[in-house]
């Protein structure tokens, strides 16, 4: 295994088998073929979306952000009734083919990659100085997640959601899933975004993720508040490195979060043979 093989398996889609998502000639997102086929042949859709090699088109979008996303949602819990769509998350993320700042209408978290919709998340590297160099907080995901039940992930990671600030959604996830109080949270460092673009059960993942490294007092103890996070780990940033280099013991996209951190902290160096390579494709979406 490797750095890149942790790279590559956050960008993994065949794009032969999605088309673009087309909103008033837009594209705002890639549908998986079978689904934007599945959607087409539903009679009570036939006036809603049109199918063609240009991509999978909502016709019958209304005008306007809140008409559209009112029709998004009733839209999506028809697909929830008929099983094409399998739940909602109940956050709502914003439809755009740019910043989150342009958002066309507003679709359930859970719907998002069935559309193939950009998300935004946050993710915080906690970490500690000590006298033998930097020790990294690891969080354990709670048994009874939907997604990556027990895998490992960053301190502090979340969505996104829409109509909440960044500095805002840092506080409330530090505080939900490390009983963090703000004005610690508030000593985040922005250091980037991570992009990729994945193929999963539900659709297409072209997301973005805000990187952030937060240095921790040594008597600091993360401790979850929401039930997310089994407990939290202090590891030498030498035993993650290696954790995500030979394991698939992280939840996917945090391997990129921790990469990115090894190569800013000069723990992961430009005598790599992959070096390059690895900053270079951190960043797969423009």
């Not at 790279?7 to 998502?21: H, Q």
């Not at 013991?249 to 992959?274: A, M, S, Y």
Request: include cysteine; glycine fraction near 8%; aromatic fraction near 10%.
């Amino acid at each position: 295994m490797s750095y890149l093989a942790r790279i590559e398996d956050c960008n993994r889609w065949a794009p032969g088998a999605f088309l673009p998502f087309v909103v008033d000639a837009e594209q705002l997102g890639m549908a998986r073929r079978d689904f934007a086929e599945a959607l087409c042949e539903l009679g009570e859709l036939d006036e809603t979306f049109s199918l063609n090699e240009s991509g999978l088109h909502w016709k019958g979008a209304p005008s306007g952000f809140a008409a559209r996303t009112e029709a998004m949602r009733q839209l999506c819990d028809a697909l929830i009734a008929r099983g094409l769509i399998s739940h909602r998350h109940g956050e709502q993320y914003p439809v755009t083919a740019s910043r989150r700042e342009d958002a066309r209408f507003l679709i359930d978290r859970a719907c998002a990659p069935y559309f193939g919709v950009r998300a935004f998340g946050q993710h915080i590297n906690g970490f500690v100085r000590q006298p033998d160099g930097l020790w990294m907080w690891i969080a354990r995901r709670a048994a009874d997640r939907r997604v990556y039940p027990n895998r490992l992930d960053n301190m502090v990671a979340g969505g996104l959601p829409w109509g909440i600030t960044l500095d805002e959604n840092l506080r409330k996830e530090c505080a939900e899933e490390a009983g963090m109080p703000a004005e610690l949270a508030d000593r985040a460092i922005a250091v980037g975004a991570i992009t990729y673009c994945r193929a999963s059960k539900r659709g297409l993942k072209p997301d973005v993720m805000y990187c952030y490294d937060l240095e921790l007092p040594a008597d600091f103890e993360p401790r979850c508040q929401d039930g997310e996070v089994a407990g939290f780990e202090l590891m030498p940033i030498e035993q993650v490195a290696e954790i995500v280099r030979d394991t698939d013991e992280f939840k996917l996209n945090c391997n990129l979060v921790i990469i990115d951190f090894l190569v800013r902290h000069g723990v992961l160096t430009p005598e790599h043979p992959d070096y390059l390579e690895i900053v270079q494709r951190l960043r797969s979406l423009t």
